[in-house]
């Protein structure tokens, strides 16, 4: 069930509505009679998985907090998790044929991940075991991150998912703006970009160079709409209900180095490859002894940049599986954990190098330069093969300026430009205020009621005029969902 549909619609609305009639202690199990039903709709072996997944871990929690076996508990937990993931999604890549046929469950990704924090935060002592299942099948499957994320840690998400908090009209607000900004983001935004990014890659050979990259832009601006849109959409529900679901994205285009735009894109997951990761890497016996190594031999600095590079590669080797079975994935993550590593040996150069006084000139240099290395990486992310990835570089950087189709041929007309505009120009300006720490939400609601409602329904008329529907007026499916 996509959150752009109108049977979503009509489920979150007999949500609400059976929430908050239901007495507070019944409310966290209507949300769970719900988001099983919600994911019951991808298919009932789906639901099958996601019962196993959370048996296992919530087992292996329950062993691990009694004593009893802690550590065989854990690990066998954390390999069966694991091991589901890459038998269904990896094995037949790795095998170079298909051995397995089994249908990947919706958001097998996700809800292993966050399977596998609990199990862990449990054996560190983050979090306590939960004693009932229920509670803890909530916690995997709440209907608005089970799909796509964000992907929520036990510890923090809990006491909000478990409370069944009351109508507060100021949240229920705030809510709904949030939800209908993502609407907006994913129909009126990601979906139009993406018929001509679909039409160039399609055939770049039939395009100027320049249009091929101008296309690649548009990618960029594409996915950004479409995740930070269903986020939206997400944490919008979660708040109406008063859950507090972790934040995913922070202005991540405005990012001055790699490094930094990965603190703020798809921040849950590169949280969890840090803290489940990277850091357990870095703290192994192998990894210590190479530090000694290389200290007695090489001095403080190799010690500390060797392992973290190699912790910082398989990390990114991770990273790009993580997101499928195909060698670009492979190659897009093996791009960004040079970029970061290399980010990472030059920082003490790049540092002395930088104008004492504070620059904006040389702040957007190091934004649009940040931005282009992300551009070339969604060249290997967008692309089904090497060659396809290879096609469109070429046609890039060999034929900037020959001739060839123009924009109109991918099948847009001169008033979906004008649309994009306006509607790029508004993802920029709530970005901007985002960044100057300006709360438009507060804003809105701050405002006389006729201006406040017209704002609302000029927002509302937008993704009904100007959204991209397909048949039945369905919308094009996110596009993290196929991860």
């Given amino acids: 069930m996509s959150f752009t549909s109108f049977s979503f619609l009509c489920f979150f609305a007999l949500c609400l509505v059976g929430f908050f009639a239901l007495p507070q202690r019944l409310r966290p199990w209507l949300l769970l009679a719900a988001s099983l039903g919600f994911y019951a709709a991808a298919g009932l072996p789906a639901l099958g998985w996601l019962f196993a997944t959370a048996a296992v871990s919530w087992g292996a929690g329950r062993c691990v907090s009694a004593g009893r076996h802690p550590g065989a508990a854990y690990a066998g937990a954390v390999v069966c998790h694991l091991g589901l993931l890459f038998a269904l999604k990896y094995l037949n890549f790795f095998a170079g044929r298909e051995i397995l046929t089994l249908a990947i469950p919706a958001g097998l990704s996700f809800f292993t991940f966050m399977a596998v924090s609990y199990v862990t935060d449990v054996r560190r002592g983050i979090c306590p075991a939960e004693k009932n299942f229920g509670r803890y099948l909530l916690y995997l499957s709440f209907f608005p991150h089970v799909l796509q994320g964000p992907i929520d840690r036990y510890a923090g998400l809990t006491p909000g998912l478990f409370a069944g908090a009351g109508f507060e009209e100021r949240r229920f607000l705030r809510g ?107 703290r192994t016996g192998a990894f210590r002894r190479l530090g000694k190594f290389l200290k007695g031999k090489f001095g403080k600095q190799a010690a500390k940049n060797l392992p973290a590079a190699l912790a910082l590669a398989a990390v990114w080797l991770f990273t790009g599986l993580w997101h499928g079975a195909r060698l670009t994935y492979v190659a897009w993550g093996a791009y960004y954990g040079l970029l970061i590593i290399l980010s990472m040996l030059c920082e003490p150069l790049c540092a002395r190098l930088r104008p004492k006084k504070k620059s904006l000139l040389f702040e957007a240099f190091r934004m649009a330069r940040t931005f282009a290395a992300v551009c070339l990486g969604y060249v290997l992310f967008r692309s089904a093969s090497m060659g396809e990835a290879w096609r469109v570089l070429v046609r890039i950087f060999t034929a900037p300026f020959a001739a060839g189709k123009g924009f109109s041929a991918a099948g847009l007309g001169m008033a979906d430009y004008a649309v994009l505009a306006f509607a790029l120009g508004l993802r920029l300006l709530v970005s901007l205020c985002r960044v100057k720490g300006v709360d438009l939400r507060e804003k809105l609601l701050a405002l006389p009621l006729p201006l406040r409602w017209g704002a609302a329904l000029a927002l509302i008329f937008s993704v009904i005029l100007f959204g991209i529907y397909g048949p039945g007026y369905d919308a094009a499916s996110f596009i993290y969902f196929e991860f």
């Avoid at 993406?194 to 990618?219: D, F, T």
């Avoid at 601006?221 to 109406?240: N, R, S, T, W």
Wanted: net charge negative; aromatic share 22%; hydrophobic share 55%.
């Fill in 176 to 282: 709904a703006w949030r939800m209908l900004w993502g609407f907006f983001e994913k129909l009126v935004i990601a979906d139009r970009l993406g018929i001509l990014v679909a039409a160039v890659w399609k055939e770049p050979e039939a395009y100027a160079g320049w249009r091929v990259a101008a296309a690649v832009v548009c990618y960029a601006l594409q996915i950004y709409a479409d995740f930070a849109g269903y986020m939206d959409v997400a944490l919008g529900a979660g708040e109406i209900f008063g859950i507090t679901l972790a934040e995913n994205f922070d202005t991540p285009y405005f990012s001055r180095s790699v490094p930094e735009f990965w603190r703020r894109w798809h921040i849950t997951l590169g949280a969890w490859f840090r803290d489940y990761l990277f850091y357990p890497l870095q």
